[in-house]
């Protein structure tokens, strides 16, 4: 167990991040399991709508650095090909 004031925030200060960084993680996963199920099920309003919040939340999560930049580019990259072969 930390003895310091300091150690004892920085326990804290983690512990917080670890939470939020975790929630944003879930999320992502979320998004893209439902954007895989639109994928599977042909609805192309569906994942053009499911692309759009999965950008926003992978670009976002790579802002915060929850995840990294180039982590992020992939997986957006990677779901906009899935995207434009099932709308186009």
Known sequence: MAHTASARK?????QKKHARNSYVKTTLRTYNKKFNKALEAGDKEQVKELFHICQKKFAK????????????????????????KVVD
């Open 10 to 14: 920085r326990i804290r200060q983690s």
């Open 61 to 84: 999560a790579a802002s915060k650095g929850v995840i990294h930049k180039k982590t992020a580019s992939r997986k957006i990259s990677r779901l906009a090909q899935a995207a434009k």
